[in-house]
């Protein structure tokens, strides 16, 4: 990819809110287990960090998912992975669907002061029983007069402790289940709408995650995003931006351990020579190094296609799953030189260790993403009937 001036603008930008703004609270918002969504976001809004690909009558930038994609990347360098998870939730998984196809009275109510950092926003898919699964969700959707009453349960439901609005799907009917389903944004004041406490998690300690209860949840029929029976094909659209964002979100976070590993292991001496002067350390720091190039061009790659109007699905999912098992690869090398000084909480190392494990899980799991890799490449096996 050739960035222009206004992309290394908006890298600059960003990563400056980076080191300003968000990392010298880090230790603090991860052991209080959130950060202040609201004042970051304002300040990311006000930048106009939250709305890169969005439309300009929202207050959007109307760039190019390039763009977005460099901010994404930018954001890899915050020193958790919480913060930047609920930034992508909110720009690249609650709101595409929104900003694509919501009535222009939706989105002037929701996605303009999501863009403006004065609303939070979450995506409410998954379910206990229904992870990358989303055919198999249950939640339902009801047509009551001019309202939807909504019943059923989301579960690990990222940003939604401080939402304020969720970006929900449901059976709006009971058809087959890949056109059965609905997108309806939902005001999380709404009365009936219950949360869990905060999940106790392995990684992404800085940012909430619940489980939420609908009991006859009443909206509006305006607030459907789009066509009826479409939410699953919008989503799965959604899903292709989320994948790319997260594999160059990767990016930052792995290029940032594996700096910091560099420096611990030119640093510490071992049998009187520094540890980055035995060959397998820095070999084995070469060769990571090089994977994380070979996912950059992967992503890039699969962006300039999405630009110029392609079906990305392979590549992105390629990207996505390439990303989870790379941070998993980078993490525990890169915690295997620090040593014992690996093994505390606050190492750059084990903290990509515990919340890049997600890369692997969310947003759809490996095995889901080689499941669609198979399928366009024509080897997957046909069900048998």
């Known amino acids: ?17 980076v080191e300003k703004e ?27 960090l939250l709305g890169i690909c969005k439309p300009v009558e929202n207050g959007g930038l109307g760039l190019d998912y390039s763009y977005n994609l460099v901010v994404a990347e930018a954001l890899g360098r915050v020193s958790c992975g919480g913060v930047p998870l609920a930034i992508g939730v909110q720009t690249d998984m609650a709101t595409p669907a929104l900003a694509r196809f919501g009535s222009p009275e939706l989105r002037e109510k929701f996605l303009t002061k999501a863009i403006a950092g004065e609303y939070i926003a979450s995506i409410a898919v998954s379910e206990p029983h229904a992870g990358s699964d989303v055919a198999a969700i249950k939640t339902t959707a009801v047509k009551d007069g001019d309202d939807y009453i909504i019943n059923g349960t989301k579960m690990w439901i990222t940003n939604s402790v401080q939402a304020d609005f969720l970006c929900l799907l449901a059976n709006t009917s009971d058809g087959k289940p ?3 389903k609905s997108m309806i944004i939902v005001p999380t004041n709404t009365l009936g709408i219950t949360r869990s406490e905060p999940l106790d998690k392995l990684g992404m300690r800085s940012t909430e995650t619940c489980q939420i209860f609908f009991d006859n949840v009443r909206v509006p029929q305006s607030n459907l995003v789009g066509a009826e029976g479409m939410g699953f094909m919008m989503q799965m659209m959604q899903f292709q931006e989320e994948r790319l964002w997260a594999a160059a979100n990767s990016l930052g976070g792995m290029e940032r351990c594996i700096e910091a590993t560099i420096d611990y292991c030119r640093q ?52 996505k799953l390439k990303s989870g ?13 620090w040593g014992g000084m690996g093994f505390m909480w606050d190492n750059p190392a084990s903290q990509l260790y515990r919340d890049g494990r997600l890369g692997s899980i969310g947003g759809g799991a490996d095995e889901i993403m080689l499941g669609i890799i198979c399928k366009l490449m024509d080897i997957l096996p046909s069900k048998k009937k």
């Open 178 to 180: 890949h056109s059965n």
């Open 22 to 48: 968000i990392n010298p609270y880090v230790a603090e918002w991860e052991a209080a287990g959130r950060f202040p969504m609201h004042e970051v976001f304002k300040k990311m809004g006000d930048l106009g």
């Open 268 to 319: 510490r001496s071992t049998f009187g020579q520094p540890l980055i002067d035995n060959q397998v350390v820095h070999f084995r720091l070469a060769e990571l190094q090089s994977e994380v190039e070979a996912l950059r061009a992967l992503t890039y790659q699969a962006c300039e296609l999405h630009i110029a109007g392609e079906n990305v699905t392979k590549l992105a999912s390629m990207a």
């Open 325 to 337: 098992r790379l941070m998993r690869e980078v993490a525990d090398s890169c915690l295997q030189y």
């Open 1 to 17: 990819m050739k960035f222009t001036a206004e992309h290394e603008a908006l890298r600059r930008a960003t990563t400056q809110f």
